[in-house]
């Protein structure tokens, strides 16, 4: 699985750091998102970054 985040979509709402933060942040000077692990390894994670592109409210996010 890889998660790939649309930066230019992303409005920096911030579900996905509330969902994961070992897997999401956002950038300091926008407020948008910054995948800090595109590759998560578990299955909690995998299920984790499904939960995030879910909650994502512009579809800024997207599994592969």
Partial sequence: MKITADTEKCIGA???LLTEPELFDQNERDGR???LNAE???????????EAV???????????
Avoid at 40 to 50: D, F, S, Y
């Fill in 54 to 64: 879910y909650l994502c409210p512009v579809r800024a996010l997207s599994l592969s």
């Fill in 14 to 16: 911030g579900q996905c």
């Fill in 33 to 35: 998102v910054v995948v």
């Fill in 40 to 50: 998560p390894q578990g299955e909690l994670l995998a299920h984790k970054a499904r």
